[in-house]
């Protein structure tokens, strides 16, 4: 049974920072590409930043230069580094692994950037 679970949310004011974790467990003999959803209320689910096994990185345009992405394979653990939060990136973010042909999905965690 693979899980993640993701840590690090919380609320911040606009220009702080966060730095989420997604932690699996579980056996997965190869982890292939991770990442990180959010969805807003009211809107549809959108891709924030994903990461391949290779560590290419790929990242939404509304947060390319503020978020950055890393992974620790050992770990089976990836993180997003959020920098210079905007009320719009107020989100419940979820991560991801895709492993053995499918993805698994964590619970999600809020974040909300507020003064």
């Known amino acids: 049974q693979v899980q993640l679970v993701e840590s690090g949310g919380g609320l911040v004011q606009p220009g702080g920072s966060l730095r989420l974790s997604c932690a699996a467990s579980?056996?997965?003999?190869?982890?292939?590409?991770m990442g990180w959803h959010r969805q807003a209320p009211g809107k549809q689910r959108e891709l924030v930043a994903s990461?391949?096994?290779?560590?290419?990185?790929n990242y939404a345009d509304s947060v390319k230069g503020r978020f950055t992405i890393s992974r620790d394979n050992a770990k089976k653990t990836v993180y997003l580094q959020m920098n210079s939060l905007k009320p719009e990136d107020t989100a419940l973010y979820y991560c991801?692994?895709?492993?053995?042909?499918?993805?698994?999905w964590g619970q999600g965690t809020q974040v909300t950037v507020s003064s």
């Open positions: 991801y692994i895709f492993s053995t042909g499918r993805d698994y």
């Open positions: 579980g056996r997965m003999p190869s982890i292939g590409t």
């Open positions: 990461i391949t096994s290779g560590g290419t990185t």
